[in-house]
């Protein structure tokens, strides 16, 4: 018995652990599954359920748009979340402020109605303005009682400037009318309390004659107020408002005042792009017509064209110059255009006689093309003037037809031959050189060509320089003349012969007995040959047919010949090797004394 009471006791206690160790385990079970749950339903609804709040946790808003100087800010922000409709207002803080401008010193500000002049500068947004600055434009936002309350009727308040003080022409309804007043325990009336007109008798405010009887009571006023000030699209309307009959009230309104800001069009040019400056895009604002500019396109940049601005004639190149496609009066640089080719015998004289009429100290172009003939004559062929450079080139033959010079110049005149395909031809029989200097300051330069083919019985076949005329060759050829002396060239007493480039000198002759000089004879002129200045060939009794000049015999100079007073020096053999010479010292190995 008192084994088995043990059992039971001991049974019972075992149980009961049991017992409490199985509802702990469900207790953390059930609280697991509450806690799992939990988070499986926080996860879920996460505001995208159609019952869900999508701003369980607050309002995302976006950042306040703030005013510039001419545009206001936003005075609503709607919640950026999915599936949310809420707003936030903002009564204050986002009305464009305007321009804070700074005038330079010298400047001259403007007023409501005048222009400044000068330089401004804001100093919230950085605009500059230049020059003639606009009016300010008067700013209606106070008013002015310009017409007083009476017993029976309101005053009349006017517009007024808030920046000069003018008054407008817009007229509203001011102070209520004031009621009439006996003075005899009268109770003066507000918007707060009726007034009374006390005992009978004659109205006290001056100008009303009205006789009041006893104890009329005056209702008391509603309030009065002006119109809202209507916002523009830079500047906000007024969101307070006083009462007009001095009662201290103060009417205020949440919305609708704002700055309206610009309501601007599309885009259009106002200035084009140019060479050197961006386009001007503007747009307008169809309220209040403020013109919005920024930059376009950049600057197109040059584009030059060739082009002719000087035509050319038969006696002047013409001039072309670079002018830009975009604007003319760009322009960079000038080149010359040949003048007109001359092609016939008529052409040519008339050209000669141009120059001859032409203006001294001027520039002549000659630009021959195909054979053309000339008759010779020994009279200037570019007249008496001075001062006066003729340039021939050309491609072609210009050929004397008779006795005479081709080319004759006079004192203080030049002429310049430089085309390798222009031939000046002499005349067979003919008595005069193909080329005539004549004259002191006479100047020939034959940079290219060639002077041939003329036959003269007197000095001179191809040049002759008389009277202190100077020739240079610095190229060219002399050819195929035949002179009585000086069959390529004739220098006489006075005058100068410069060799100073690669000019060539050859199959030339003398005709007379004595004839001296086969390529050049120098008559107590002047000659002188830079270090290999050109090449006058020789014969020195081993003659090369058309290529060795020829004088009459050895000792003559068959290829210079110089007389130098009663002494005489000559040159058989030709003038090709790198060695300067001159006739100032005709003692080098050159030069042979006669």
């Not at 946790?57 to 976006?62: D, E, I, K």
């Not at 103060?250 to 704002?258: E, K, L, M, S, Y």
């Not at 013109?291 to 197109?300: L, Q, Y």
């Not at 086969?518 to 009794?541: E, K």
Request: proline share 4%; hydrophobic share 30%; aromatic share 8%.
């Amino acid at each position: 018995m008192l084994f088995r009471v043990r059992f039971n006791r001991l049974t019972t206690v075992r149980l009961k652990k049991r017992l409490q160790m199985k509802n702990r385990q469900k207790w953390l079970m059930m609280t697991a599954i509450t806690v799992i749950f939990g988070f499986v339903a926080a996860a879920c609804d996460n505001g995208t359920s159609p019952t869900a709040d999508p701003c369980v946790n607050g309002h995302v808003f976006p950042e306040w748009t703030a005013p510039t100087c001419e545009a206001a800010g936003n005075s609503e922000r709607a919640c950026v979340r999915s599936g949310c409709d809420a707003t936030d207002t903002r009564t204050e803080g986002f009305a464009a402020p305007g321009h804070d401008w700074e005038y330079d010193p010298n400047a001259v500000p403007p007023t409501c109605t005048i222009a400044g002049l000068g330089h401004r500068h804001c100093n919230r947004c950085d605009t500059d303005e230049q020059g003639i600055i606009p009016p300010l434009g008067h700013s209606f936002t106070l008013w002015q009682e310009t017409t007083p309350a009476t017993c029976t009727d309101a005053a009349i308040d006017t517009e007024k400037c808030d920046v000069c003080g003018t008054l407008g022409t817009e007229t509203d309804e001011g102070h209520s009318a004031l009621g009439h007043s006996s003075g005899v325990g009268a109770v003066e009336v507000s918007c707060e309390v009726d007034g009374y007109s006390g005992g009978s008798g004659p109205c006290i405010r001056e100008g009303c004659d009205v006789v009041l009887p006893a104890g009329e009571v005056i209702p008391k006023w509603n309030h009065q107020y002006h119109d809202w000030t209507a916002p523009t699209c830079t500047t906000a309307g007024n969101s307070e408002r006083d009462c007009t009959n001095d009662c201290g009230t103060i009417d205020t309104r949440d919305t609708g005042f704002a700055a309206l800001g610009h309501d601007y069009g599309g885009w259009s040019t106002k200035t084009p792009a140019t060479c050197t400056t961006d386009e001007v895009l503007k747009r307008t604002c169809s309220v209040c017509s403020h013109e919005e500019t920024t930059t376009g396109i950049g600057a197109i940049g040059h584009t030059y064209v060739w082009t002719t601005t000087t035509n050319p004639t038969n006696i002047r190149e013409g001039i072309q110059t670079e002018i830009c496609s975009n604007n003319s009066s760009h322009t960079r640089g000038t080149r010359t255009v040949s003048s007109l080719p001359i092609t016939t015998s008529t052409e040519l004289t008339n050209a000669f006689s141009a120059i001859s009429s032409g203006a001294n100290n001027q520039s002549y172009n000659l630009n021959i093309s195909g054979n053309i003939a000339v008759s010779g004559s020994t009279s200037p062929r570019f007249g008496f003037g001075t001062g006066k450079t003729i340039t021939m080139v050309g491609n072609g033959r210009l050929y004397l037809t008779s006795q005479g010079n081709l080319i004759h110049i006079t004192g203080g005149q030049t002429l310049i031959i430089n085309s390798p395909d222009l031939t000046l031809e002499g005349f067979s029989g003919n008595n005069a050189a193909v080329i005539e200097l004549f004259g002191g300051s006479a100047r020939l330069e034959l940079k290219d060509g060639t002077i041939s083919g003329n036959t003269n019985s007197g000095m001179g076949g191809g040049v002759s320089i008389s009277l202190g005329g100077t020739f240079e060759m610095s190229g060219g050829y002399i050819c195929g003349n035949t002179a009585s002396n000086g069959g390529g060239v004739f220098v006489a007493s006075g005058c100068n012969f410069i060799m100073n480039g690669f000019g060539q000198i050859y199959n030339n002759k003398t005709s007379s007995f004595q004839g001296r000089g086969g390529g050049v004879y120098i008559q107590m002129g002047s000659f002188s040959r830079t270090t290999y200045g050109g090449s006058i060939y020789g014969g020195g009794g081993n003659n090369e047919p058309g290529v060795d000049n020829i004088a009459s015999a050895d000792t003559f100079g068959h290829a210079v010949y110089y007389q130098a007073g009663l002494d005489a020096y000559y040159n058989d053999n030709g003038i090709t090797s790198w060695q300067a010479i001159s006739t100032d010292d005709p003692g080098t190995n050159i030069w042979t004394k006669r």
